[in-house]
């Protein structure tokens, strides 16, 4: 019953109960970090089982009937982010612990903040409420990301903070606008309101669903928008970077539970307002990652450039507004929230362990521990530059074959394939450059251990991918009935809000 | 009336970008600020403006004001405080560390 709430306050009270036991040892509390994360795990996969058949679970918050209050709705889609997040969580913790998280201080504390708020934005049917979680997110990220400090780190912070307080307010005035014309903010009550729209109020809707449009690009980190991101995703520590893997989907996933239900086919005047922008946009994202890739100079900096890329792929998908292009889309976003976090952990670790050269390009040193780093990169990197036979390629597929049916089909495919190619020689480079040209001396300064929680970590990551691939026509069946549950989104209004006529009556006995 | 807060809208908006694309991490600052107040303000009339009226209903009342943005425009204040706190923090750490208030970092 109140199993949907479940994902959000957990993270709250471990949070909480962080912040008030600051006295006790670092074991300890990473024992209770680590506790509750762990403990999403099984929340999510039994979310995951309650909606795999279709049905919408809705909460409404004080049991105040929707559309006035504000409901939390698991789909199939939510669910599956909240499972992605907690895969991603609990090995960027296990990671963390093998000494990040003693670099400054409440590190646990903030990372389960940080949780609360990307539960909260997957589980939410509420606009406003969105926003509220975005902010929490927001917050605990920019401490995250000044976790140990560094003028570097101080730098990037700066400008992602300011490019999304910017994004706040643009999401403020979108709220704004959209309530101004409909008079609510319930994700399922805007959706039954839209097609009523008169020629004179569609405008504002309009405008308001665009100035939406732009903020979720920017939390995705959508070109022109998303030049922030590989800087300050390069300057975070390997764990934080991690867990941002999924921040750039929280941008994504708004676009995709928001757009087909509020702004689909069925939305009479404003009906597919986001189609002519997300598209074009996706492929210019796509193409200028896959150029970042190539043009970083360390390892770090062309993980956070593969991001871009990923994000990049990923609206391609997005903006085929298909149910093909969604089934596509949720599988890609599966695959690239894990391999992206493994590439942050694997850069991390690498950087870490070459004591002289660091993860720049650059012959310097050998490479310690060569065997074990150099698989935990092989299999990481084969699966991001998506060659068979692991998920980054079934993924790749899924977007081509999706957007095969679409106009401009043979404009989205050379931009796709030569992207690919491009990454391709990109990491083959890098992989080269670290594991290959090494430097004959040895380095002056041995190296350090490897600790077994860092190669777990990473190890567990990629053991999901492989899973991806090998449990592959479960997971692409998964993709397509959550694309068809997005598709229709006639099931997800008449869960949240009831029969029509109920709604009505609702509304007349409150007036 | 509605002229009148479109007005103030509009200014403290425009003023709000202008002192945002300064260079320095205060005139940032301070647009940030301005931008969320002109935010508020919009949120704040986004349920109409309804003139000389109870707060929010009475008896016998035909129009009142719509309680929903004024729940909403308090949530975004607290917000809106809260970050900017973070912001000044920020800012002035990065002083210190980058020796500067330039917002890319330094004395440039």
């Known amino acids: 019953m109140h199993l949907v709430i479940l994902p959000v306050l957990l993270p709250l009270v471990a949070g909480s109960l962080l912040l008030l036991t600051a006295g006790l040892g670092d074991a300890a509390r990473r024992a209770i970090g680590l506790a509750a994360t762990l403990a999403l795990l099984p929340l999510a996969v039994l979310l995951l089982d309650r909606v795999a058949d279709g049905t919408h679970l809705v909460y409404a918050l004080g049991d105040w009937a929707p559309p006035f209050g504000i409901v939390l709705v698991a789909d199939r889609l939510a669910a599956v982010m909240l499972l992605l997040t907690a895969i991603v969580a609990l090995a960027s913790l296990v990671y963390a612990g093998a000494g990040d998280d003693t670099r400054g201080p409440q590190y646990h504390a903030l990372f389960q903040f940080q949780l609360l708020g990307i539960n909260g934005a997957f589980l939410t049917g509420d606009l406003f409420n969105l926003f509220v979680f975005f902010e929490v997110l927001l917050i605990a990220s920019y401490a995250l990301l000044l976790h140990g400090l560094g003028a570097q780190r101080v730098g990037a912070a700066m400008h992602v903070v300011v490019l999304n307080l910017i994004g706040s307010a643009l999401f403020l005035f979108a709220v704004g606008t959209l309530y101004g014309v409909t008079g609510t903010l319930n994700l399922a009550d805007l959706a039954r309101v839209m097609p009523l729209l008169g020629p004179d109020t569609a405008p504002l809707a309009r405008s308001g669903a665009l100035l939406l449009l732009g903020v979720f690009a920017l939390k995705a980190a959508l070109l022109p928008l998303g030049f922030w991101l590989p800087r300050a995703y390069a300057a975070a520590t390997g764990a934080t970077a991690a867990l941002f893997a999924v921040l750039t989907k929280v941008g994504v996933y708004a676009i995709l539970r928001v757009y087909p239900l509020v702004f689909g086919p069925g939305a009479g005047e404003v009906a597919n307002v986001a189609a002519a922008w997300v598209l074009p946009v996706a492929l210019v994202t796509l193409a200028f990652g896959a150029l970042g890739v190539l043009a970083s100079r360390t390892l ?121 190619l491009v990454v391709i020689v990109a990491v083959a480079r890098a992989g080269s450059a670290l594991f290959w040209r090494t430097a004959a001396e040895a380095p002056g300064a041995p190296a350090p251990a490897l600790d077994g929680r860092s190669v777990g970590a990473i190890a567990g990551l990629l053991a999901c991918v492989v899973g991806l691939v090998a449990w592959g026509g479960a997971a692409t069946s998964y993709a397509w009935s959550t694309a068809r549950q997005l598709a229709d989104p006639s099931g997800y209004v008449a869960a949240v809000l009831g029969s029509d006529a109920s709604v009505h009556e609702r509304r007349r006995s409150l007036r | 009336m509605e002229a009148l807060v479109a007005i103030a809208i509009g200014v403290l908006t425009g003023s709000g970008v202008y002192l945002m694309l300064r260079a320095r991490t205060f005139p940032v600052l301070l647009g940030l600020t301005l931008l969320s107040y002109a935010v508020n303000l919009f949120l704040f009339v986004s349920g109409r403006i309804v003139v000389a009226s109870a707060p929010l209903t009475d008896k016998g009342l035909e129009t009142y004001p719509d309680p929903i943005p004024q729940a909403l425009v308090l949530t975004a204040i607290v917000i809106g405080f809260g970050m900017t706190a973070l912001l000044v923090v920020l800012a002035l750490r990065a002083i210190r560390d980058t020796g500067g208030d330039h917002v890319d970092g330094g004395e440039r």
Request: proline share 3%; glycine share 10%; net charge neutral.
């Open chain 1, 300 to 420: 770090r900096t062309s993980a956070g450039w593969m991001v871009v890329y990923s994000v990049g792929t990923l609206l391609v998908a997005v903006g085929l507004f298909s149910e093909a292009g969604y089934a596509a889309a949720v599988y890609y976003t599966a695959h690239s929230t894990l391999a992206s976090a493994a590439l942050f952990l694997v850069s991390d670790l690498i950087a870490r362990q070459r004591v002289v050269g660091g993860d720049r390009f650059e012959v310097v040193d050998s490479m310690p521990h060569g065997t074990v780093l150099g698989t935990l990169f092989f299999v990481t990197a084969v699966t991001i530059a998506g060659l068979p036979p692991l998920s980054g390629f079934v993924g790749k597929l899924l977007v081509l074959q999706a957007a095969s049916a679409a106009p401009g089909a043979v404009v989205i495919w050379s931009v796709l394939l030569v992207a690919a």
